[in-house]
Antibody, heavy 124, light 107 residues
Framework: QVLLVQSGAEVKRPGSSVKVSCKASGGTFSSYGITWVRQAPGQGLEWMGGIVPFLDASNYAQKFQGRVTITADKSTNTAYMDLTSLRSEDTAIYYC?????????????????WGQGTLVTVSS | DIQMTQSPSSLSASIGDTVTITCRASQSISSHLNWYQHKPGKAPKVLIYAASTLEGGVPSRFSGSGSGTDFTLTISSLQPEDFATYYCQQGYSSSFTFGPGTKVDIK
């Protein structure tokens, strides 16, 4: 059984940065992607970006380009999401999830295991 | 980026009803479409991947169809635990996107 455990809630000042971790267990970390999704209060799910650890390749939603960095440490099976220049609109629950990638010959990139979510509050 | 739309944005239904939610992509995404159920305070849960394949452990009252730009999620015989928000998500381009969600509540 794959388990993703995220770091705890954070309160940050506007203009600062936050780094959220996501530790995986019970599966082959490097064989799948890890993706990050957030949900602001009263809003829907928003894909931020992802990484494929065995390729050490990441990609990001255009909206977050230049502000977000996603990394992975294969030695500890942990992925990280670093968001800089925080503003109040970044207050949200941040989720990591496993990107399953491909099922046989089709690659729908569904997110089949999720972390418990990390609340990040940006407030002065 | 590929834009995803969903309709309706919300609906009210009764236990036992059949509910249909539509998702449309701004360009063809083949069958690279996934559906999620999200309840407050919990992580989202994948229901259907690749447009029509039921995720393991998901009840068979959930079904998905479509390809190209138009997709449908159907919930047959709605159960109390199905009241939630449902999202579609495209996995076609390297920049994944979710639809805005459809909230299903009790009539």
């Amino acid at each position: 059984q794959v388990l993703l455990v995220q770091s705890g809630a954070e309160v940050k000042r506007p203009g600062s940065s936050v780094k959220v971790s996501c530790k995986a267990s019970g599966g082959t970390f490097s064989s799948y992607g890890i993706t990050w999704v957030r949900q602001a209060p009263g809003q829907g799910l928003e894909w931020m970006g992802g990484i494929v650890p065995f390729l050490d390749a990441s990609n990001y939603a255009q909206k977050f380009q230049g502000r977000v960095t996603i990394t992975a440490d294969k030695s500890t099976n942990t992925a990280y999401m670093d968001l800089t220049s925080l503003r109040s609109e970044d207050t949200a629950i941040y989720y990591c999830a496993r990107d399953h990638g491909c099922h046989g010959g089709s690659c729908p990139h569904d997110f089949d295991y999720w972390g418990q979510g990390t609340l990040v509050t940006v407030s002065s | 980026d590929i834009q995803m739309t969903q309709s309706p944005s919300s609906l009210s239904a009764s236990i036992g009803d059949t509910v249909t939610i539509t998702c449309r992509a701004s360009q063809s995404i083949s069958s690279h479409l996934n559906w999620y159920q999200h309840k407050p305070g919990k992580a989202p849960k994948v229901l259907i991947y690749a447009a029509s394949t039921l995720e393991g452990g998901v009840p068979s009252r959930f079904s998905g169809s479509g390809s190209g730009t138009d997709f449908t999620l159907t919930i047959s015989s709605l159960q109390p635990e199905d009241f939630a928000t449902y999202y579609c998500q495209q996995g076609y381009s390297s920049s994944f996107t979710f639809g805005p969600g459809t909230k299903v509540d009790i009539k």
